[in-house]
């Protein structure tokens, strides 16, 4: 909880760029409907036995390079001309380079990773070969236990003079409308009474080219209280090393069912905040030592949570695997003063060490504009990871650590 709240206090401001998932698989999954339209072509079995094979090397080589964490052997499988990654909200990485570079990121953060393929089917139309089938990629992050993720795909391949086929188009499949869930301010089904006063530690680093170039340390300080004869949640941060300023705190005051944002409060040597809610009404001031005061007055499009602490609003909600959660969000930062709606996605499970013991979290992942991925579980400290990437493609992270609970 107050992750990219600390991102925006420190002045940092949330990033617009717009990026792929961490995780995005290679090999993804296309439309289901191509499945029958090619299933009604017949195809001679001797092109398609020779297609399966040609891919099958094709893919020995995409496994070969993923467990050496090639990022430009990976790349090298693409269509020189046509290769291209589609991913979520529009954006296309075409090119073998900003293909490499994209995989060098991620490879970067992970290591080396496992593959497993299995193709389900194979057709061919037009010239080109329309594949599906299952993936799984298992990597160890630096000091982290081992994970598994995968799905189905759909691969696009073109063949190559030289009697080669190489990757066209990988094009992700958004989760099924019906399993979407849109979560406005006050919906019955967010209960943030489920949480527990407690205290934790939170590290926020940033990683460029593989190197940690920006680390502090801060405090939470979760607990219940009453504001205005309602009980609210109330998150103390504090900062403990490596920010500037030694007076730097944050107080985020949230609705303890609804957890809509109820007053928010930054204070440093340099700048502070102050910030009120009333549904989708915000009023307020800013304050700089050079420039005096300035009052914050508006209104929302609509009510909306706080995007610094979506976690605890995500947390509040009961999850399931293949959920997605459309979530009307705003931001402390003047730019950011209005309702933006996003899309979070569980993407499935893993395991966390808390105290010693390893408990199960949910892996929820953000789209754009900073596409986060976020660890949670239903135990303080209740929210363990926060990825997110920053304009110049650095990574930013939050892991929070439990100093302890109190009544």
Request: aromatic share 8%.
């Amino acid at each position: 909880m107050n992750a990219s709240s600390i991102r925006h206090s420190l002045g940092a401001g949330r990033s617009l760029a717009v990026r792929g998932t961490v995780l995005t698989p290679i090999v993804v999954l296309m439309v289901a409907g191509s499945r029958v339209m090619y299933a009604q072509q017949p195809i001679p079995a001797q092109r398609r036995q020779a297609a399966l094979a040609a891919i099958e090397r094709g893919y020995a080589q995409y496994i070969a390079a993923f467990a050496s964490a090639d990022a430009a052997g990976v790349a090298a499988l693409y269509d020189e001309h046509y290769g291209a990654r589609l991913e979520p909200n529009g954006r296309v990485i075409q090119g073998r380079r900003a293909i490499a570079a994209s995989l060098h990121r991620f490879l970067d953060r992970v290591g080396p990773v496992k593959v497993a393929l299995h193709t389900d089917d194979l057709w061919l139309l037009g010239g080109r070969a329309y594949e599906t089938g299952r993936w799984s990629y298992t990597f160890a992050a630096a000091g982290r236990p081992a994970q598994t993720v995968g799905g189905q795909y759909v691969t696009v391949w073109i063949p190559q003079s030289d009697g080669s086929w190489r990757m066209g188009a990988d094009l992700s499949v958004p989760t099924p409308p019906g399993d979407t869930t849109t979560v406005s301010v006050g919906a019955a089904f967010v209960d943030g009474r489920i949480y527990r006063p407690h205290v934790a530690r939170v590290v926020r680093s940033v990683t460029r080219a593989g190197r940690i170039t920006e680390q502090a340390t801060f405090t939470n300080d979760l607990s219940i209280a009453q504001r205005d004869g309602s009980p609210v949640i109330v998150i103390r941060t504090q900062a403990d090393s490596g920010v500037p300023d030694p007076t730097w705190g944050l107080e985020t005051v949230l609705d303890r069912r609804t957890m809509a944002l109820r007053h928010w409060a930054m204070h440093s040597a340099r700048r502070s905040i102050t910030l009120d809610v009333d549904g989708a009404h915000l009023t307020g001031s800013a304050t700089r030592p050079d420039s005096g005061s300035s009052p914050i007055d508006l209104t929302l499009a609509e009510p909306a949570y706080l995007d610094g602490v979506l976690d605890a609003t995500i947390g509040a909600v009961s999850l399931r695997p293949g959920l997605v959660l459309r979530v009307p969000t705003f931001g402390i930062e003047a730019a950011n003063r209005r309702t933006t709606w996003r899309s979070f996605r569980v993407a499935g499970r893993d395991t966390v060490s808390i105290g010693g013991r390893r408990v199960p979290a949910w892996i929820v992942e953000g789209d754009a504009p900073t596409h986060d991925r976020i660890w949670l579980v239903d135990e303080p400290p209740y929210m363990t990871r926060w990825m997110s990437e920053l304009p110049d493609h650095a990574v930013e992270q939050f892991d929070q650590t439990l100093i302890s609970t109190h009544p």
